[in-house]
């Protein structure tokens, strides 16, 4: 190992990472798209696109809206499905030297279980991401996301059939981020991740219409960093558990920033889209700031933010 790798190298929940800045859900596809751009082998880690237990087309389009410093989209959750996933895109992503977890997502807690079981049945994953964003059926669409005792629930429920290690993704749209964070911990999560995007509306005001064809969108990229690192902060105060922040990272000192407010590893989304190797230029500019800093590993800058 070279004095950079070892600079760079970090453990996330038990799994060994060769840097912290992973490829987040949803704007890396299932790795694979991205083979003959990226040396996948040099990723952190990398998050599949969300899987549900059966295949998704998703919402119709227009999908993507680019904003100021940001982007909408409303993609739907679009997916092959976890058996196809695991039939067509698992046993490559297997042969990998890079951690892979596996985004999962569903509208009742069984959803959840059901996913996670047949991921179980299968090798080459370092764990789960929950993305718990979604509106459950059974509790009139109350989402997960914005109700303690409803995120325990599925926490737990994976928790009981997972046998690797299960990081729970977090919305941003709700008035405290705290007792969220506490319920995760409490329900056994390993981790937990945030932000995912912010509910947002971009309007044509010529067509009195919507931009995007399902009406709301999420906002991602830049111009969420801001609130993105207040939520992660908060959040790292709140739990002993691994956080792992995203939220408009496209720089390595960005990635430094999310880490310095209590990130233990960072993830990568919108920045992907303009620059595809965006996750390892993200990882080299941090080592670089790491050794400007006469930082030997850096999980020592980790939760180091001196509060005024
Ligand atoms: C096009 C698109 C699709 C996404 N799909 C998912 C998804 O399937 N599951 C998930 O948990 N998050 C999904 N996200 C959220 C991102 O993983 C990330 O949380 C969010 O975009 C904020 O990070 P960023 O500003 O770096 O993009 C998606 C985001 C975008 C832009």
Same mark, same amino acid.
């Given at each position: ?44 880690? $990398? &998050?599949?696109?969300?899987?549900? +237990? ?5 919402? #119709?389009? !227009? @999908? ?129 991740? $945030? &932000?995912?995007?912010?509910?947002? +509306? ?5 067509? #009195?219409? !919507? @931009? ?97």
């Amino acid at each position: 190992m070279s004095r950079d790798d070892a600079r760079l190298a970090t453990r996330l929940c038990g799994v060994a990472l060769r840097n912290p800045v992973l490829a987040a859900s949803g704007t890396f596809g299932y790795g694979l798209e991205f083979e003959r751009l990226v040396d996948l082998n040099a990723l952190g880690g $990398l &998050v599949v696109k969300g899987l549900s +237990l059966e295949p998704m087309d998703g919402n #119709r389009p !227009p @999908r993507i809206w680019e904003a100021a410093a940001g982007m909408l989209n409303s993609i739907g959750l679009q997916n092959i499905g976890v058996r196809a996933f695991v039939r067509e895109k698992l046993p490559a992503l297997a042969r990998l030297r890079t951690a892979v977890f596996a985004n999962v997502f569903g509208y009742a807690s069984e959803d959840y279980v059901e996913v996670v079981r047949v991921l179980e049945s299968a090798e080459g994953l370092a764990g789960y991401e929950l993305n718990v964003s979604c509106p459950n059926t059974k509790h009139g669409g109350i989402f997960f996301s914005s109700d303690p005792a409803l995120l325990a629930d599925v926490v737990a429920a994976v928790k009981r059939v997972a046998r690797r290690p299960v990081i729970v993704k977090l919305s941003p749209n709700v008035a405290a981020i705290e007792p969220l964070a506490r319920a995760a911990e409490q329900a056994g999560a390993d981790a937990i991740s $945030l &932000v995912n995007t912010f509910v947002a +509306l971009a309007v044509d005001a010529r067509a #009195r219409s !919507p @931009r995007l064809g399902a009406g709301f969108g999420g906002l991602s990229g830049p111009a969420i960093k801001p609130i993105a690192l207040r939520l992660v902060y908060q959040a790292a105060q709140a739990v002993k558990i691994p956080v792992i922040g995203l939220g408009g990272i496209a720089t390595g000192e960005d990635a430094a920033e999310f880490m310095v407010a209590g990130a233990s590893a960072v993830q990568v989304g919108t920045a992907s889209f303009w620059d595809p190797a965006s996750p390892l230029r993200i990882a080299r500019e941090l080592d670089r700031f790491l050794g400007q800093e006469n930082i030997a590993n850096v999980q020592e800058i980790v939760g180091t933010l001196k509060w005024p």
